[in-house]
């Protein structure tokens, strides 16, 4: 069993930076592929970014070169750097993991954090 826990969301004006944290724990990190996806009030999940095992990454269409996601295995950590950030993010960010290849849909995923809380302010 993995459990993940998420940090470093917060308030931030349009334009700035914030970079969210993913903490593993349990059994070995190393062969996961994890995703951060987000949700917003009424709104469906929504995949944001995945890096596979092997340091592959994907992200939504709407990141554009925004976001960068990376992984520590040995940190047991994931992050998600996100950069001019627009009020359209504002959402509670999820890390959630996977044992195999990356995918967008929520329902591939059996790990699962409690959320960290973005607001961008225009």
């Known amino acids: 069993q993995v459990q993940l826990v998420e940090s470093g969301g917060g308030l931030v004006q349009a334009g700035g930076s914030l970079r969210l944290s993913c903490a593993a724990s349990?059994?070995?990190?190393?062969?996961?592929?994890v995703a951060w996806f987000r949700q917003s009030p009424g709104k469906e999940r929504e995949f944001v970014a995945a890096?596979?095992?092997?340091?592959?990454?994907f992200y939504g269409d709407f990141v554009k070169g925004r976001f960068a996601i990376s992984r520590d295995d040995a940190k047991k950590s994931v992050y998600l750097q996100m950069n001019n950030l627009k009020p359209e993010d504002t959402a509670d960010y999820y890390c959630a993991a996977r044992d195999g290849v990356w995918s967008h849909q929520v329902s591939q995923y059996e790990h699962w954090g409690q959320g960290t809380q973005v607001t961008v302010s225009s």
């Open positions: 349990g059994r070995t990190f190393r062969g996961y592929t």
């Open positions: 890096i596979s095992f092997s340091g592959n990454t």
